[in-house]
């Protein structure tokens, strides 16, 4: 089946590290995704990690990824209040190339 | 390069009515992709074409709504005899190439409200 699930709501403080996480189903998954969405506009592409790798770096953002369990994360380091966002986590449909999204993680960053 | 468009970005309607909205991808993508987002959600597939072609459509894609494509760039999509719970936002993406080369880049949506 095709189901995404992530927490609703983090709040940290301008400057900590943030953890995002995310579930997904499909196990024939072969590319995941992060997006953000600032409001009002649209979605953002920030990564997104193959799933025969373990971990992807790209400056600020590190995405994890725990195939076994089907247990995907993206940690912002030095969290700005820019950063402030929702954030979504998507697997890459194996037909036809469609994206699942999950619900999205609204990210407070308080100064 | 400009992005993906999208026109309008809002529009209210009463119910009954039918609306149409326009995505225009960036050029040289052959795949676009329509989603649908409604509040505090995340997006839902509704159909993508290849090209000119429609490969996929959601079974959220009622007989009401009806996506074309027809020469390869830019999409419409209608909805016909519009109901209020077809309030939402009607994202559009466009993207080259498969598998891992493909990337999705979103358009700014278009909210629709019904009245």
């Known amino acids: 089946g095709e189901d995404v699930e992530q927490s609703l709501f983090l709040s940290v403080r301008e400057g900590d590290s943030s953890v995002i996480n995310c579930t997904y189903t499909?196990?024939?998954?072969?590319?995941l995704y992060w997006y953000k969405q600032e409001p009002g506009a649209g979605l953002q592409l920030l990564t997104y990690?193959?799933?025969?790798?373990d971990m992807k770096q790209d400056q600020r953002l590190t995405v994890l990824l725990n195939k076994k369990d089907k247990h995907l994360s993206l940690r912002i380091a030095d969290t700005q209040t820019g950063d402030s966002a929702i954030y979504f986590c998507?697997?890459?449909?194996?037909?036809?190339?469609?994206?699942?999204f999950g619900q999205g993680t609204e990210l407070s960053v308080k100064p | 390069d400009t992005g993906v468009s999208q026109n309008p970005r809002h529009k209210i309607t009463k119910r009954g009515q039918n609306v149409t909205f326009r995505c225009d991808p960036i050029?040289?993508?052959?795949?676009l992709y329509w989603y649908r987002q409604t509040l505090g959600q995340g997006p839902e597939f509704l159909t993508y074409?290849?090209?000119?072609?429609?490969?996929?459509k959601s079974r959220l894609l009622s007989d009401r709504f009806s996506a074309e494509r027809p020469k390869g760039s830019f999409s419409t999509l209608e909805i016909q005899r519009t109901e209020q719970g077809d309030s939402a936002m009607y994202l559009c993406?466009?993207?080259?190439?498969?598998?891992?080369?493909?990337?999705?880049?979103f358009g700014p949506g278009t909210r629709l409200l019904v009245l």
């Open positions: 499909d196990s024939s998954s072969t590319y």
């Open positions: 074409f290849q090209n000119e072609a429609q490969l996929e």
């Open positions: 050029s040289e993508h052959n795949r």
């Open positions: 993406a466009s993207s080259v190439g498969t598998g891992g080369q493909e990337t999705q880049y």
């Open positions: 990690i193959f799933s025969n790798m």
């Open positions: 998507a697997e890459r449909y194996n037909q036809g190339g469609k994206l699942i």
